[in-house]
């Protein structure tokens, strides 16, 4: 099992302070995520069906209806390289780490290319190109005009552009779903959820868009009732919610743009709206500092990496603050 942020009970025995106490900033998780309403009894008492409105929902608020829902993004990661033909995959990285491991489960060759550009990732001249966009964790981001241009020469080599959007809902305009799967971008595959944007990590609702066939096949690799029938309910009604979704963008906007202000007198600093990275030589000591306060970050064993998350209140932000002035690198 890879490490991953939100271990919030390991954190508290570790440094032996109540898990109460702990303000956890180690996930990129909008911690103001959408309000879940009592739910039909139904939902919990039916097996769940497909076509009960979340597909319908799902393509509305994606833009695109060549979608599998499932439980987070995590099934369609693990399944998706086994049900690809073996070959090299460009992994454009530092990335989210359970991508790498389910490919080289399954028998692919991996490249990593640290920081590449799309540009270098084609160059490598692999079947396959792997990315997060905007990435996790470093925050860096690919236009949009460079993916699409990406997908295309990809497809005239046979290949694939493969894409985890999992930050991308406060920005829209930068995504490549309503293409994934289409006439025009028939090798193109896109992860989504609803995890981090609507804050719903534990409803476990994500999408992989991508060709029909595709799909067909992850659909019976999966099998039936992927999703309970409370997660179905409340994931519609999220995706529905344009009101919420407007504002919470506007927020996050603002909050992130804070985030970043707050941590740049300590570095370089790169941010999305929902985290904030902060690359400096005495990142794992900064990350000590603040658990000892009971604030928990992510750092990364591999490189001088540390994303924080979101505070939930002004509370939080003068928590996190306080912890900052008080932080006195070696």
């Known amino acids: 099992m890879l490490d991953h942020g939100g271990r919030l009970r390991e954190a508290a025995a570790h440094y032996d302070i109540p898990l109460a106490d702990w303000l956890d900033l180690s996930t990129g998780i909008n911690p103001q995520g959408w309000p879940v309403p009592p739910l039909p009894a139904a939902a919990w008492q039916r097996l769940p069906e497909d076509n009960d409105g979340l597909e319908a929902a799902a393509a509305a608020y994606y833009g695109n209806a060549n979608l599998l829902p499932v439980a987070g993004s995590q099934p369609a990661i693990q399944w998706l390289p086994a049900l690809l033909p073996r070959a090299a995959v460009a992994c454009i990285a530092p990335l989210y780490n359970e991508h790498p491991q389910a490919w080289q489960r399954a028998g692919h060759k991996l490249r990593f290319l640290q920081n590449a550009t799309l540009p270098r990732a084609l160059a490598a001249a692999t079947p396959y190109v792997l990315l997060c966009n905007p990435n996790n964790p470093t925050a860096d981001r690919h ?34 779903t309503p293409l994934a799967g289409t006439a025009d971008a028939p090798n193109l595959i896109v992860f989504r959820s609803l995890g981090k944007f609507f804050g719903l990590a534990g409803l476990r609702v994500g999408f992989l868009f991508a060709a029909p066939e595709l799909l067909a096949k992850l659909a019976e690799a999966i099998g039936p009732w992927s999703i309970a029938g409370p997660s179905r309910a409340a994931a519609m009604l999220a995706l529905a919610d344009c009101d919420w979704q407007t504002a919470t963008r506007q927020r996050l906007q603002a909050d992130g743009e804070r985030l970043r202000q707050l941590l740049a007198p300590l570095g370089e600093v790169k941010a999305t709206p929902l985290f904030a990275t902060l690359n400096a030589p005495s990142t794992a000591e900064l990350h000590e500092h603040l658990a000892r306060r009971a604030i928990l970050s992510r750092r990364y064993e591999s490189n001088p990496l540390l994303r924080v998350g979101l505070p939930p209140d002004e509370a939080g932000w003068q928590r996190l603050a306080d912890a900052l002035k008080a932080w006195k690198p070696a």
Do not use: C, M, N, Y
């Not at 005009?145 to 959007?165: H, N, S, T």
């Open 143 to 176: 236009p949009r005009e460079l993916a699409v241009d990406a997908a295309a020469q990809l497809k005239k080599r046979g290949g694939w552009l493969i894409v985890d959007e999992a930050f991308v809902d406060a920005t829209p305009e930068h995504s490549l």
